[in-house]
């Protein structure tokens, strides 16, 4: 398996529950990234981890809590999240750490409904 | 002013005409830029990148960067109904971000 891979694809969950996003590279990279792409809206940044250290806290609610256990492995654990949470939550990783300038390959997202 | 900036669209093209995608940066600081193609309900997928003035030229896309007037433009050629997408600028800053622009949807009409 190749690439960058996002569990699960869609979730639906309501406003009390707790869930975690996972996210796997194959690629080798330093630095992994979670986005949050909202409708009409461009890409946001949220958390930046870079060997396996986190650089990068876009002022994300703490409803949203990442954890990365390796550098192939980020997870975005969440809980109470609100109706405006919906998005398509992305990760990203990138070679050679963050802040060199290089590409970052996507995972397919997960698509998260709020209730 | 936003720190990356597109045209939202959408841009209708004719099939086997040129497709132009535009955007503009605000960090004069700015080393690196990338053009992602999103599909609708997929992700960002990475087509080209360019670092230094000047074109680079990859299969039909063609990716132009001037610093000095802080512009990058990708140029899609012989543009066919699968090109139909939303194009993402996307640049680093000098604080070793990459900042996304809102994209820009086109439409390629057979």
């Known amino acids: 398996e190749t690439g960058v891979t996002q569990t699960p694809r869609h979730l639906v969950m309501g406003m009390t529950n707790k869930k975690s996003l996972k996210c796997e590279q194959h690629?080798?990279?330093?630095?992994m990234y979670w986005y949050k792409q909202s409708a009409k809206k461009p890409l946001e940044l949220m958390f930046v981890y870079n060997f396996k250290e986190q650089t990068e806290n876009n002022s994300v609610p703490s409803r949203f809590s990442p954890e990365c256990p390796n550098s192939s492995h980020l997870f975005l654990h969440l809980h109470t999240l609100q109706p405006e949470d919906s998005a398509l939550y992305l990760c990203?990783?990138?070679?050679?750490?963050?802040?060199?300038?290089?590409?970052?390959?996507f995972g397919d997202g997960t698509r998260l409904s709020i209730l | 002013q936003k720190e990356v900036e597109q045209n939202s669209g959408p841009l209708s093209v004719p099939e086997g005409a040129i497709a132009s995608l535009n955007c503009t940066y605000s960090d004069r600081g700015s080393q690196s830029f990338f053009w992602y193609r999103q599909y609708s309900g997929k992700s960002p997928e990475l087509i080209m990148f360019i670092y230094s003035n000047g074109d680079k030229e990859d299969g039909r896309f063609t990716a132009q960067l001037n610093k000095a007037s802080q512009y990058v433009s990708l140029l899609i050629r012989d543009s066919q109904p699968s090109d139909s997408a939303t194009y993402l600028c996307a640049v680093y800053n000098q604080g070793g971000k990459l900042i996304f622009g809102q994209g820009t949807e086109l439409s390629v009409k057979p």
């Open positions: 990203a990783s990138s070679p050679r750490g963050a802040s060199s300038n290089q590409p970052q390959h």
């Open positions: 690629l080798g990279h330093n630095a």
